[in-house]
Structure formats: C-alpha cells, structure tokens
C-alpha cells in the first residue's frame, strides 16, 4: 500500500468524472432539488424539520453506493482491473483511490445541499453546521465503501443496480426516517442498532434538535468510519490478482 | 535466416514454463505445457482462437488461476511482487480508460509504474512513449472516442511507459491497417534489440515472419517450438499458414 499510489488513483478517478459533466451535474443538483421538494411538500407543518436533516444523510449514502458500484463493476469488466493488478499498485490502493475521489466529490455535495437546506429551506440547525456537512461527507464515504463491496458481487450491470434496493433500501426503511427507531418492534430495532445508516440519522437528529447534541453526534460518526474502514478492508479482500 | 541467436536456448531463458495445467470453466485449456522464452527476442506466440494462447499470457503475467506446474518469468515466480514493475501487460481487450484522453491513461500508468520518478520525468515518459505508437496527434482526444486500432495502441502506450524489461502483449496487431502494422513490428524489434523480452501473441499466421523464434500453440499443446526459416524448411511449406496445417496434419490431432 503506497499513499502516492493510492493518491494517483483518486486523481485519476477525478478526471474520469471531470469528462462525464452529466453525472457531475446530477450529483451535485439532485439532492438539493429533493431537499427542496420536501421543504415545498412539507411547507407550514413542522415535519421537514424532522425529516430533512435525516434526508442530508440519506442522499450522498444512496448516490454513491450506486456510483461507486457502477464505476468499479466497469473496472472489472473492463479488464483495466486486471492490468492495475499488473503494476505495483496494492488491492487497498485500488480501494482507497475510490474512497478518497468520492470523498472529494461528497464535500462539494454536501456543502451545496446543505447550504441550500439551511439558506434556501430554511432548516433550523441546533448545533454546528460544518459538522453536518461533516456526517454527510461520512454517510457519502460510506456509501462508497459499500457500493465497492457490492460490486465484488455483482457480475453486470443489471446486478449491480439491484443491489440497491436490497442493501440500501432496508436501511433507509429502518433508520428512523419513517418511524423513530424507538417506536420499531424489538428485533426490528436491533437490527437497525447493526445498520450504518441509522447512526447517520441519529447524527442528524442530535445535530439538529440540539446545541448540545455535538457530542452523540461525534460518537455516531466513529461508528460510520467504522463501517466505513471494515467495508473497505471486505473490499479488497474481494479483489483478487488471480482468477479463473 | 538462420544465425547462432536462432538455437533454441541461445541466451538465458526470461520466461520458463514447466508442465503448466490450466482449467477454465471445467475445461482443461492447457493440459501440460512446457516451454521457454529466449530472452532478448520476439517471441510469436501463434495459434488459432480457442488454442489457450490468452490463458499462458495470463499465467505468465500472474493473473491466471493455475491447477499445477510451475511459469518463472526473470527468475522469480510468475505474478511476484518484484515483477509488477518489471513485466508489461497488453491485454486483448485493450483495457484503457474510455473517459480519460490519451495522455491522461499513459500518463496513469506511468505514474504507478514509476519507481520514485519525479512528475516531470513521468510526464516526458508518456509524451515519449505517446510519440511511439504514433499518437502524439490524438493526445487530447478521449481514448473511447478513436478507432480499435487506436485504441489498442493506447493500451501498448500504458505498457511501454514503464519500460519493462518483459512485454506480454496479447493480440496487439488486431484490427491495425498494414502500415501500422509494420510500424508496430518495427518497434517490437526495436525493443527487442535493446534487450527487451517480448512474447506477442497472434492469429495472423503471417505475422510469423517478423518474430525471431515462433512457438505454435493448438487445443493447449505445443504444437512447434522454432525459428520462422525453420518452420517453412521443416514442413517445405511456402508460408507459415499452409505450414502451421501441415503440423496440424502432420500431428494426426
């Protein structure tokens, strides 16, 4: 594992994007114009103060989990990741170089949408803005350690995509967007307690609700980078130099 | 043409393939194969489609999941660590990254098959190696955008950037007008000439003539391990395709 190598992929992650302005564009809009729509369906009652903040962590999550599956499943059948396992460059590198391109991509997202939830929407934030921008950014990077793990058993496209309803809908049903987790019947609520994305509503929630939130806020964001660092160390167990 | 560097065994082999046994898809695509490339020549790795010639390359690269038997390039295991900067790589599909332009893939490689190498000197690698395959005018242009031709020349780029002392390049003349085929021999011999190991594999039984030894592959076997002078003397052939089936019929396979 080499910090230059993984440091050169990311870059090179980068400029495959900066060539795609669609997919650019559609990942930095399309989450502010949900916002937006929710703020409008939600106008005069007071449940986009709940919902919204949740949605903040749900968008980056969703998007790239399906971003990032994609890109590496085409790595894969592309051949080009066979030829990287050719070169000096570690398994982990390969890993890293996704994360850290998506990550850069996720803090733009997140600034923008949050920045349209607070300014346009007019989303209250208890505590610190910034560190809602922050948990966004982490639910984005996790998205992309999943989606990277997802691809290692995907073998097309179609696979790929049906992956989403099956890891990230689940999630999004139990994370306390729908009904609080407290209000889940018992297994259901333990189940959640093992899912990634209910700490990042939790994170949201305790930001929002509250000054004084920060700190539960900062210990469902270990949590996140936990999932998110096993997620990735999975992923490159996955990817094999050798195959049939 | 036959000189002393045509022996089999002039020179220290760069790659030794002993009792090699792969099985693809409950297939035994090689059965048993045994073989050695002479270092510092251009090696023809030629049979028809089917005949196991993608499989040894990938075993030879270290990507290819072997049932048994042994492939040595440079002295070391195949798919060691102190070969991946050492071993260069063209695969059939020409895998290059579609969204990238020219410069941006070779210059990709370069930099992860640069050992230590300052930004600039990976920089003037590609532009060099971009100047090779006769791509300079094409530089900014999206690799998915040229022709097949192309390119596969892109993917031959991102191999020679990192000057590797072993080429394996699988099909590299597919789909290439006659000039740029010649170019391209050219330039294998070339390299070849400042030492470089080359084993390229093809289906065009007339590109034998421009290898220095030839090693003719069919349903997984060994078919002849030669020199193209020797293949046409020993079948009295008039060239290497009629050649290639009077070993075919000569086989009784």
Not at chain 1, 192 to 217: E, H, I, K, N, Q
Request: aromatic letters at 4%; a neutral charge.
């Amino acid at each position: 594992m080499s910090p230059r190598l993984s440091a050169l992929t990311a870059f090179r992650v980068l400029r495959q994007l900066r060539a795609d302005h669609r997919t650019v564009a559609l990942l930095l809009v399309v989450p502010s114009v949900l916002v937006g729509l929710l703020a409008w369906m939600y106008s005069g009652t007071t449940t986009f103060a709940v919902v919204g903040p949740a949605l903040l962590g749900i968008f980056p999550f969703v998007v790239m989990f399906l971003v990032t599956s994609v890109a590496t499943l085409r790595e894969r059948t592309g051949g080009t990741l066979e030829r990287l396992l050719t070169t000096p460059l570690a398994k982990a590198d390969v890993m890293l170089g996704y994360a850290l391109a998506f990550a850069l991509v996720a803090v733009v997202q997140a600034v923008v949408t949050v920045a349209f939830a607070v300014v346009v929407c007019g989303l209250q934030v208890a505590g610190p803005v910034w560190l809602l921008v922050v948990v966004a950014v982490a639910e984005a990077v996790l998205g992309c350690a999943l989606g990277l793990l997802a691809s290692a058993f995907a073998t097309s496209e179609f696979q790929a995509v049906q992956f989403m309803p099956a890891v990230v809908l689940p999630q999004v049903l139990l994370c306390g967007l729908l009904i609080p987790r407290d209000g889940l019947p018992t297994v259901l609520r333990r189940i959640s307690d093992v899912l990634p994305l209910s700490y990042a509503v939790d994170a949201t929630t305790a930001l929002t609700r509250s000054a004084s939130g920060t700190g539960d806020a900062g210990r469902d964001l270990l949590v996140i980078l936990g999932f998110v660092v096993v997620a990735l160390a999975l992923g490159s167990l996955t990817l094999r130099r050798r195959t049939a | 043409m036959t000189t002393d560097d045509d022996r089999p065994g002039a020179g220290p082999a760069a790659i030794v393939v002993s009792g090699l046994h792969v099985v693809r898809g409950g297939r035994d695509v090689l059965p048993d194969l045994t073989l050695s490339v002479p270092a510092g020549q251009v090696v023809g790795l030629l049979g028809p489609s089917g005949s196991g010639k993608s499989t040894l390359l990938r075993a030879v690269v270290g990507v290819q999941v072997v049932a048994g038997g042994t492939v040595t390039v440079l002295g070391q295991p195949a798919g060691s660590p102190g070969l991946r900067r050492r071993v260069g790589y063209v695969t059939q599909a020409g895998s290059v990254y579609d969204d990238l332009t020219v410069r941006d893939n070779v210059r990709y490689f370069a930099g992860l098959l640069a050992a230590g190498r300052g930004h600039r000197d990976v920089v003037a690698a590609a532009d060099r190696v971009i100047g090779a395959v006769d791509l300079t005018d094409h530089a900014d242009v999206l690799a998915g955008a040229l022709s097949g031709g192309e390119r596969s020349r892109v993917s031959l780029a991102c191999a020679l950037v990192g000057d590797p002392e072993v080429l394996v390049l699988d099909e590299p003349t597919v789909g290439l007008d006659p000039v740029l085929r010649r170019d391209l021999w050219a330039l294998f011999a070339g390299l070849a000439r400042d030492g470089r190991t080359l084993l390229v594999s093809s289906h065009v039984m007339d590109e034998a003539t421009r290898c220095d030894r030839l090693l003719l592959l069919r349903e997984g076997r060994l078919l002849a391990d030669t020199t193209p002078g020797q293949l046409l003397a020993d079948t009295g052939a008039a060239d290497a395709d009629q050649a290639f089936l009077r070993l075919v019929d000569g086989a009784g396979v």
